[in-house]
């Protein structure tokens, strides 16, 4: 009997406690803020309000796993999912990984890595990423895009432009060679490819950006098993499947051991 108690206290001792993953959503509810524009995360049908993508599959992985249903807010930007952690609206958010939004959030650690790169004119000089930074010329990314925030450290001779993710705009600026590339993820500059002849995507990528959940700051139990859980699915192969699954146009499961999301300095 004392040999049966001692094997249960070893067991549970190296199980995570239900309690400990049932905090990731307190109120009985996994309430899942993202990038409702961003189709690397998720997209919603138009026609039966279905709301699927990587990002949705591991909400509702992660929801079945701790046994509560799942809520989806897909909001408008960053700043926004970092609001609903912040004020309490959300319990976790996907958003990329960007030095610039340290502090506010607990980042977890790299789940996907979805390509960054741009799109340019048909005719354009530039061919490749090289091409890119280089004096005369007027690039253009989203306000507080993962890809601007890069650019804003690392470009030293293009002149950077901020603007909205509309793509109206976006072809109408490259149209008047008002700007010379638009760079983001590679299935927004894909989907803008399709809509219209006359622009190319670059066929390389400047950086992969580190897609993370973030949690309440000061929350290290709730960001220990949001960790554990992508250890998991990355395991398993169900975050292989959900991004193959997804159909996103330049996205990819991180490997193994991206503990700490980074970017290029």
Known sequence: MKALAAFAF????IQ????????????????????????????????????????????????????VPVEFQPLAGPKAVIDA????????????????????VEFSQTYMLAGQTFLVLEGSNIRAIADVDRA??????????????????KFKNTTLIEISHDPV????????????AFGANRQRLTNIQKEAQGFRVLPDNLFGVPQTIIVPKGKAEVLA????????????????KAVEASGVVGLEAAPAGSWTPSVPE
Do not use: C, H, W
């Open 10 to 13: 070893v067991l549970l001792s």
């Open 225 to 240: 098993a949001v960790n554990r859980f992508i250890d998991d699915v990355r395991a398993s192969g169900f975050l292989q």
């Open 136 to 153: 005369g010329q007027k690039v253009a990314g989203a306000r507080n895009d993962s890809i601007t925030l890069l650019m804003k450290r």
């Open 169 to 180: 705009e976006i072809k109408r600026l490259l149209l008047a060679k008002e700007i010379d």
């Open 85 to 104: 952690i912040t004020s309490g609206e959300a319990d976790i958010g996907f958003i990329a990984y960007a030095p610039e939004r340290v502090g506010a």
């Open 16 to 67: 995570p406690t239900m309690a400990t993953d049932r905090d990731i959503a307190p109120g009985g509810t996994l309430r899942a803020a993202y990038l409702g524009s961003n189709p690397t995360q998720a997209v919603q049908d138009r026609a039966t309000g279905v709301i699927r993508g990587a990002t949705a599959d591991m909400a509702r992985e992660l929801g079945r796993r701790i046994g």
